[in-house]
């Protein structure tokens, strides 16, 4: 069975522009989480969807946006980049609602923002 | 304000001791909790939760305990292998937060040595 998925591995930008991840869920799994690791800091929670629908937000700016489409896929938008968005941005993917689910990651997209 | 901590960025053990990595938490609504390990270029992987009803849960050579007075958790690797070594992070989950965010650590980084 495939396990989550991301594209692309790396992507280079530079400040201002605007960066597209994606994300491919586990077959069957319906809930993807975006977490962004940055530089020596831990996993912070970044957006939460479930069929279809935004579930939760982190603290970051409204800049960082996504959307999960009919099959589950996700994508996490960050426009009018910054240096400090430079960082490993990881999706997970869970069976839906229901408690203590547990959150299979995928490999990650390094963002770098020149 | 980091509600999950890991306060020892690195530890280093002889292979065949025992390891452990500790995890301090300030929110006592969260009611289960994780370990996940990475490693490099690879999104971190479940290894071993734990809920709040419990004080200890053990899975091969991986045990987690749990001090909820303490607001305190700690993951028991024995005997280490040098397999072992990775970035481990502790994840809580909040008991009245739909399906299964996490918050997690900033990681500690072990190195097995042979």
């Known amino acids: 069975e495939a396990g989550v998925t991301q594209s692309p591995t790396h992507l280079i930008k530079t400040r201002g522009q605007q960066a597209t991840l994606r994300c491919s869920p586990i077959?069957?799994?319906?809930?993807v989480y975006w977490y962004q690791q940055a530089l020596g800091l831990g996993l912070q929670f970044l957006l939460w969807y479930d069929e279809g629908e935004e579930r939760n937000r982190g603290n970051f700016p409204p800049r960082f946006s996504g959307r999960q489409f009919p099959n589950y896929s996700s994508e996490l938008n960050v426009n009018a980049l910054e240096l400090e968005d430079s960082a490993l941005y990881l999706c997970a993917s869970s069976l839906g609602l229901a408690d203590y689910n547990e959150q299979f990651f995928g490999p990650g997209t390094r963002l770098t923002v020149l | 304000d980091q509600q999950v901590k890991q306060n020892s960025p690195s530890l280093s053990v002889q292979e065949g001791r025992i390891s452990i990595l500790n995890c301090d938490y300030t929110?006592?609504?969260?009611?289960?909790f994780l370990w996940y390990k990475k490693y490099p270029a690879e999104g971190p992987t479940f290894l071993i939760s734990?809920?709040?009803?419990?004080d200890k849960n053990e899975d091969g050579r991986f045990t987690v305990f749990l001090n909820k007075s303490a607001k305190h958790l700690s993951l028991h690797i024995v005997p280490s292998q040098p397999g072992d070594s990775a970035v481990y992070f502790c994840?809580?989950?909040?008991?009245?937060?739909?399906?299964?965010?996490?918050?997690f650590g900033g990681g500690t980084r072990l190195m097995v040595k042979p």
């Open positions: 734990i809920s709040s009803i419990k």
């Open positions: 929110n006592s609504m969260f009611d289960y």
């Open positions: 077959s069957g799994h319906t809930s």
């Open positions: 994840a809580a989950k909040h008991a009245y937060n739909a399906g299964n965010m996490l918050t």
